[in-house]
């Protein structure tokens, strides 16, 4: 590594909900704080077009203007934010870590709050990155209500997948599970409770093959992958659940990872590492939400904060 440019109190890699909460804890606690994003701040809260079941928020705020907000809050309690940067190399062992970015510039810190998020597994065909946000989507709470009566896929055979694809039928008017094996890897239980379900039909050994429409989503093309034959299905809107990737392949090996690649942490959000902790999606957890995320980014940077003060 180069030679340290600036040393913070705390440093927190990522600029999503959770790293933004840390910041404005960390912030108000008169800590000296840098907030290291790589892409835009907001993470996967830009992606949602309208945000309804965020506490307190205006109707139907934007992912990205949430995401402001919360920037601009942080930034007020003093944090400094780089993002639209690369980490090139980091440290996390020792009493104070290390962060290089872009090759160029080295940042310490006695604490470090890993917020880095995660990326729902996408199905990689043609069509899809052009409609994430306005017809593809990865979260049946944040835009479930966006398809009132309108007919819908949901792709995948897992939990998720079944126990999304009932929940999406308060608003849908049909619900159609497209699942590339003849079985589910779901429970029992969660098979029986869709297969129950009268909203909802299902289309197995079959694989999406690219997502249609021109201005809009119209349809998808699949294909039988037992006969390899093609058909065309008309929809309103895809739902995909078919895994969740954490973003911690940059991270260094001796962060204690789950089977998954999630960060492990206790309630604390403490790490395996000491003064390291981790919030929001790249950790261990079951939900995943908007305010999930706060509560992880808060917990995270009141600990970090006792950290540093003992």
């Known amino acids: 590594m180069n030679k340290i440019t600036d040393t913070y109190d705390v440093i927190v890699l990522g600029g999503g909900p959770a790293g933004l909460t840390a910041g404005i804890y960390l912030g108000r606690a008169k800590l000296k704080t840098l907030i290291i994003n790589e892409g835009s701040i907001g993470g996967q809260m830009v992606l949602t077009h309208a945000i309804a079941n965020y506490p307190g928020a205006k109707v139907d705020i934007s992912g990205r203007d949430l995401s402001l907000d919360m920037k601009a809050q942080a930034k007020t309690f003093g944090c400094k934010i780089e993002s639209n940067v690369e980490v090139t190399s980091m440290d996390l062992s020792g009493e104070l870590k290390q962060i290089e970015i872009d090759d160029d510039e080295v940042f310490a810190a006695k604490a470090v709050i890993v917020a880095t ?87 197995m050994e079959s694989e999406i093959q690219a997502v249609l429409g021109d201005q809009t989503l119209t349809g998808v093309e699949l294909m039988n992958m037992k006969t390899n034959q093609r058909s065309i299905v008309s929809t309103d809107g895809i739902f995909v659940f078919i895994g969740y990737v954490a973003n911690t392949v940059a991270l260094p090996g001796s962060l204690a990872l789950n089977s998954r690649n999630e960060i492990v942490t206790d309630a604390a959000m403490m790490t395996n590492l000491d003064g390291v902790f981790a919030a929001g ?30």
Not at 148 to 161: D, F, H, L, R, T
């Open 117 to 203: 998020g995660g990326t729902p597994r996408s199905m990689g065909v043609p069509g899809e990155t052009k409609f994430k946000g306005s017809g593809v989507s990865y979260c049946a709470t944040c835009d479930g209500d966006f398809f009132e009566g309108k007919e819908i896929i949901v792709v995948g055979g897992g939990n998720s997948a079944l126990e999304e694809a009932v929940s999406l039928t308060q608003y849908a008017s049909k619900v159609t599970v497209i699942h590339q094996f003849d079985h589910f890897q779901a429970t029992e239980h969660a098979v029986k409770i869709a297969r129950e379900n009268e909203k909802i039909a299902f289309i």
């Open 281 to 310: 999606d790249v950790r261990e957890k079951r939900y995943r939400q908007i305010t999930t995320a706060v509560s992880d980014g808060t917990i995270a940077a009141l600990s970090a904060i006792d950290f540093i003060q003992s």
